[in-house]
């Protein structure tokens, strides 16, 4: 794989990722002495290569990562040592008010350190540990994903493993750009082949529990550099099947079906057992089913499936020697095989018989909560084929009331346009009356042709709620706005927004999807990135005609930044107000400007969040006089720790814009606060002990 992959273990660059000593050398110093501290005698500190490290940096640097792992704004130390009796181990280490104290530490015993990184991997905004240790040339590596938690027993902190894999080659980032990591690891199998598997964290869906499932949505995006090492080795050994076997499950993967029956026709017309005629017929199969030439996939997976005799059983012997992955995986391509013909009971039955076989692969499981919905779809979409153009608008204003005649929900809301692009409407479906939860989220659009002017021809895209670990859109958005517009080479592109929780609380909670036309669908060019997304009560608008620049609205319910824990903030308040700007950039938007709309009860939150951390400076920006900070700690006004939830008097809704606000709970109640606005921006003005309200 040329500087990208080395044999050990590498990741794409990732700037969360790298290593960041403090940049005050007196700091640096400091770090260096606390893990000095650490070590105990005859110790060392191990290199390794780092996540994140500078590009062609091949490793030979001080394993120490300085990172915030639990998200309390102080940083830990994650450590790879030596020690001359035990070997080789890795600790994390915590600053208390002791000083710097251990809370985790594991041997790995003779197996050196390969890598040392920290990533969000989870998407929660907290990063994870990646420790990977070498076991051996032949053997690989042993891959462990750690998570930062509390103790159940006494509540102190701790870190529990997420995930243990073998890996030969490792390589962590968002390859499909859409803000969510991945991690691809390479397992050698014969010679130079390896079986590569791109990963990515999923919370629990279905009957499956949280943890790293297959990235299939990732694929496209990260199997052209597979393609390309079997490409490299081919031209050494053009002979080895084995190699042409494998470049065709990556060009399928990469969405190159075409070029995979190539492959597949030249790999076998070589000599070897190796690959079986039943892996040739597996990737030939969904080659096929990929070009939709169904049919033809039928017969190719018939050739697999046949040979299950196993009677329900799993077991390799029963199954007549033809692995039971192997025969899940034929059964989940004849699955998709019958839904591309709309043979849904013959699908149902093959997703079925695939799950049997492998329970604890996702794919078939989702595709049968997919199937649910798909006669529904199949109603619908014939409903809307059938309307001629003068139709169209008495349909569509009908379309919900045909829909609760048929035993369905379904909402609509037509996509706005400034002339020019095809009429696009988004529909929410739920195959049953309405609970509270949608299926599947569709885009209909007529799309006009020279040979029928002002017909059109009906066009559309489901986004499956069952798969919304893939694309994003679960069974709680629902559609609020579509604004289309012309993108580069004059592509339609599509500003979709969905409300995240229109049937739960905090809603609206809007989340803004970039969609561009390609071939014959919408691809997704942007979702809303986790860590900067704030959209709580929210609301978008865009600054112009086109989707160059939008607002985002929201406060600060459950936002996660730890100052939405210092009181109490239900649901209906009180809450900081944000307002946030966002701006295209390439298929992207990134946020250029992040603003807390002055409030006093903003200006209490950052008070006392920074005087409850020693920052008496900047908690004294906050006040008008001087001498309130000396007042306020006198007079309890400080969590330690940070997170209490005080409950806070409001006296009208006015009060959370100007004051007054008066404590209620904690060691602070009783003392109301009054503000003052200067130059646009509120201060705390004065504190005065009053009677609280009976609760």
Known sequence: MGAVLFFGGCSLPSPSAAIRPPEVAGQVDETAKAVQDLLAPGQTVVEARLLGASDGDDGGQKAVVVEDLNG?????????????????????????????????????????????????????????????????????????VLSYALSEKDGTPSYTTLWQAGYHLLEVGDFDQDDRQEIALWVKDTGTAMAVEVYRWSPAELHFPAGFYEAEDAYPAYFPRVIEYYRQHLQEMPDAAFLWYYLASAQVKAGRPEEALASIEKGMGLKGD????????????????????????????TRITTKDKSGGS???????????????????????????????????????????????????????QRLNAR?????????????????????LKGIEQWAREQGLYLATVKAQSAGGLPETWLVDLKAGPYDGTIDVHLIYWWEEGPSAPGNGRLKYQAFYSAEAQVHGLGPTHQALSGRLALGPE?????????????????????????????????????????????????????????????????????????KDQIFHEANAGPHRQFRDVWRRQGGNYQRVAAETVSTAYSALVEFIYHLSLGQEEQAAQWALAPGLTSQAKEWGLIQQPLGQRWLLELPDPAAELQGPLTIASGPAAGIQVTFANREGKWLLKELKKVRVTDR
Not at 343 to 360: C, I, K
Request: glycine letters at 12%; zero cysteines; a negative charge.
């Open 375 to 395: 006669p529904a779809v199949d109603k619908v979409t014939a409903y809307l084929a059938a309307l001629k153009p003068e139709e169209r608008e008495r349909g």
């Open 72 to 144: 309390d704004g102080q940083q830990e130390l994650v450590v790879g040592y030596r020690d001359p009796e035990e070997g080789n181990g890795v600790f994390i280490a915590h600053r208390t008010p002791q000083g710097w104290q251990k809370v985790w530490q594991e041997i790995l015993g003779p197996p050196e350190l390969d890598i040392l990184g920290v990533e969000d991997l989870t998407g929660d905004g907290q990063p994870e540990v990646i420790i990977g240790g070498i076991i051996g040339a032949s053997a690989g590596n042993h891959l462990k």
């Open 490 to 562: 004059d592509s339609a592109e599509m500003a979709a927004v969905y409300d995240s929780a229109f049937s739960g609380s905090g809603s609206p909670r809007p989340e803004l999807y970039l969609l561009r036309r390609q071939d014959d669908g919408w691809r997704i060019l942007w979702r809303p990135p986790s860590r900067e997304w704030r959209n709580s009560h929210g609301s978008i608008t865009f600054t112009g005609a086109g989707l160059e620049e939008f607002i985002l609205q929201s406060d600060s319910w459950e936002a996660g930044d730890g």
């Open 274 to 301: 190796y690959p079986s005629a039943e892996q040739w017929d597996l990737v030939k199969g969904q080659a096929l089913v990929a070009l939709g030439r169904y049919e033809e996939a039928l017969t190719t997976f």
């Open 314 to 368: 799993t077991s390799e012997s029963s199954s007549y020697g033809v692995a039971p992955f192997l025969l899940a995986q034929a059964y989940y391509g004849t699955g998709l095989a019958w839904e591309g013909l709309k043979e849904y009971d013959r699908a149902r039955g093959a997703y079925t018989r695939a799950v049997e076989l492998q329970s604890d692969w996702i794919p078939p499981a989702r595709a049968l």
